[in-house]
């Protein structure tokens, strides 16, 4: 089976930083991408990691340890539009992916 | 822009009738593409595997019978819910892979409401 973890919800202050963390027990494992979703909205693609290590593309960063099933979205100088569900996506198998439940971060004045 | 597309974005159906969607990847051929669905507050589930040429991949515990996919080409999958229920009343989306796969799209989405 597969399970994927990750925070229900954050509540950071704009122009703050928020981690959002996502631990994974997957049976197949090809890589881990996390997508931004606003309510009501189909998801976008923030970043995918296959590889150990951090990846940044300007305020969002994303970190990958495949040996500790453990990735984190790290969103830098928070804007009042980055609140969203930010979901954490398994690629478990070719194009397959398990999704976490999903984190809803809230951005405050 | 979008590359991958849906439609209709929002359809409203009697209970018992049958309500196809449109998945089209823009601009790339998708030989695989996959359907999910989102209940309010909940995460993506996926329902099935949309193979071009081949019989769809359904996961457990989703009707294959109710939920008709056909992949006729390689650029368009369709989910038919068939004898629509309420409780299908759901946020409906696909996705497909890049020619390379390290990007996977989403369409936009297609909100079912049967009443």
């Known amino acids: 089976g597969q399970n994927i973890d990750q925070p229900t919800e954050m509540t950071a202050t704009e122009g703050a930083i928020v981690q959002i963390n996502c631990t994974y027990q997957?049976?197949?494992?090809?890589?881990l991408f996390w997508y931004q979703q606003h309510a009501g909205e189909a998801p976008t693609f923030l970043s995918y990691?296959?590889?150990?290590g951090l990846e940044e593309k300007g305020r969002f960063s994303s970190f990958l340890s495949r040996s500790k099933g453990y990735s984190y979205l790290l969103l830098k100088e928070l804007q009042m539009k980055d609140s969203a569900s930010y979901l954490c996506?398994?690629?478990?198998?070719?194009?397959?992916?398990?999704f976490g439940a999903g984190t809803t971060v809230t951005v405050r004045a | 822009g979008a590359v991958v597309s849906q439609h209709p974005s929002w359809v409203i159906c009697k209970s018992g009738t049958s309500v196809k969607i449109e998945c089209r990847s823009l601009?790339?051929?998708?030989?695989?593409m996959f359907w999910y669905r989102q209940f309010p507050k909940q995460s993506l589930m996926l329902m099935a595997t949309?193979?071009?040429?081949?019989?769809?991949?359904?996961e457990q515990g989703v009707e294959k019978d109710k939920f008709l996919i056909n992949h006729a080409s390689l650029t368009l999958s369709t989910l038919t819910v068939t004898s629509a229920h309420p409780e299908d009343s759901s946020f409906y989306i696909c996705?497909?892979?890049?020619?390379?796969?390290?990007?996977?799209?989403f369409g936009e989405g297609s909100w079912l409401t049967v009443v």
């Open positions: 996506a398994a690629r478990v198998n070719d194009y397959k992916l398990s």
């Open positions: 996705s497909a892979p890049d020619r390379v796969g390290n990007t996977i799209y």
């Open positions: 949309s193979n071009e040429g081949s019989k769809a991949t359904y």
């Open positions: 990691n296959v590889l150990d």
């Open positions: 601009d790339f051929q998708a030989t695989t």
């Open positions: 997957t049976s197949g494992f090809n890589g």
